[in-house]
C-alpha cells in the first residue's frame, strides 16, 4: 500500500523541504518508488530536484485550479524511482482561487488517487504556513505528518498553532491524521543549546521523535543550489549520513 505523508511546520528556515527531498533521494534509492509533491508556492523541492519549470508549464496549480490530471505534470528526477509533481509561483494565487471550489479541502486528494498505485511512498512538501495548500496536505497525508523542528531557541513556538491544525483536520477531513514523527533538524554539536532542544522536544512529545538528528551541514545548504539531492551532491556527508539514517528508520516504521 502506497504510504502518503506530509512534511509541515509553518516556520520557515527548519529544513522541511531538504528533509522531503533527501529522504524521498534515500527511500528511492532503497528501491522504494517515490513521488515529491511540491505544493508550496516558492517551489524550493522543484529547484532542489533539479527541475525547472517555465513560464507556462504545468504545475500543481494546474491541477488543483485547472483539474488537470496529476499525471499529466510529473516529472522525473535525475534519480531512478523518484518522481516529481512541480510547483510554480503562480501557485501562491491559488489559495484565493480554491476558496470558492466544492470540496477545496480534498482537492489534492482526489487528485493523488489515480496515480497512488505507481508509488510507494509520496512526500506532500508543505508551504511554511497553515493555508488551504498545506490543509490539502494534511488531508491526503493518511499515514501521517512529519514534522522538522529546528534545533533552536523558541523550536516549541509555533508548534501549538501545527497541533491545533492537525487535530482539526484530524476531526473533520482526515480521521486517520496522526503525528508520524517529529525530525529534529539543522543538530549543531558544538552548542550545548541543540541538545537542550532536543531533551525539551523529546519530553513535550514522548516516543514521537526520530532517533535520527540532522546535523547542520554546509553541504546540505549547497546543494539546493546545484539542483542535487545530498545522495548526489556530497554522499559521504554528515547530512547524507544522518537522511540515509531517517529514511531507513522511516522504512523500518513501514
Do not use: W
Amino acid at each position: 500500500m502506497t504510504r502518503v505523508y506530509a512534511l509541515a511546520n509553518q516556520k520557515g528556515g527548519v529544513g522541511k523541504t531538504t528533509t522531503a527531498v533527501n529522504v524521498a533521494a534515500y527511500l528511492a534509492a532503497a528501491g522504494r518508488r517515490v513521488l515529491v509533491v511540491d505544493s508550496d508556492p516558492q517551489a524550493n523541492a522543484t529547484t532542489s530536484m533539479g527541475v525547472t519549470v517555465n513560464s507556462g508549464a504545468p504545475s500543481l496549480y494546474d491541477v488543483l485550479i485547472g483539474g488537470a490530471p496529476l499525471e499529466s505534470i510529473i516529472v522525473a528526477s535525475k534519480r531512478p524511482r523518484l518522481d516529481l509533481a512541480p510547483s510554480a509561483p503562480a501557485l501562491a494565487g491559488a489559495e484565493v482561487e480554491m476558496v470558492g471550489l466544492r470540496g477545496r479541502e480534498h482537492l489534492l486528494q482526489r487528485a493523488l488517487g489515480p496515480v497512488l498505485p505507481r508509488y510507494d511512498f509520496v512526500l506532500l512538501d508543505c508551504p511554511p504556513s497553515l493555508n488551504l495548500l498545506t490543509v490539502n496536505a494534511l488531508t491526503a497525508a493518511r499515514d501521517g505528518v512529519i514534522i522538522p523542528v529546528q534545533c533552536e531557541y523558541l523550536a516549541l513556538e509555533g508548534l501549538s498553532r501545527l497541533l491545533e491544525t492537525i487535530r482539526l483536520v484530524q476531526a473533520r477531513l482526515n480521521p486517520s491524521l496522526r503525528i508520524a514523527g517529529l525530525v529534529m533538524t539543522m543538530y549543531d554539536a558544538r552548542t550545548n543549546l541543540s541538545q537542550q532542544v532536543v531533551d525539551e522536544v523529546r519530553r513535550h512529545f514522548p516516543g514521537e521523535v526520530f532517533n535520527t538528528i540532522i546535523p547542520r551541514s554546509v553541504r546540505l545548504s549547497e546543494a539546493p543550489s546545484y539542483g542535487e539531492c545530498i545522495l548526489n551532491y556530497a554522499p559521504y556527508s554528515s547530512g547524507a549520513t544522518a537522511y540515509q539514517a531517517l529514511a531507513e528508520e522511516i522504512l523500518k516504521k513501514n
